[in-house]
């Protein structure tokens, strides 16, 4: 079953959104990758198979503060 993992992100500019984009595309499992939020500062990725903590690791190493706000189950059919 796919997963939706809601990120948080600050991003103070668009090499930021680049950048956090950029690494949520490039996990493995990924389907989908994407920003939402008033200010899009949230990061979404859709997939099977990612850890999510690993995923907040590496976001906080390359682009800054990023937090997990939630992982919930995607019907995909």
Known sequence: ????IL?????RCQKCRSAA????GQT?????????GEDKDQVVVIGE???AAGLVLRLRK???????????DVDTS
């Open 1 to 4: 079953m796919a997963k939706k």
């Open 49 to 51: 198979g990612i850890d």
């Open 28 to 36: 493995t499992g990924v389907t989908f990758v994407g920003l939402e």
């Open 21 to 24: 984009l950029k690494i949520g």
């Open 62 to 72: 390359k682009v800054g503060f990023a937090d997990l706000i939630s992982v919930t």
């Open 7 to 11: 990120m948080s992100v600050n991003m």
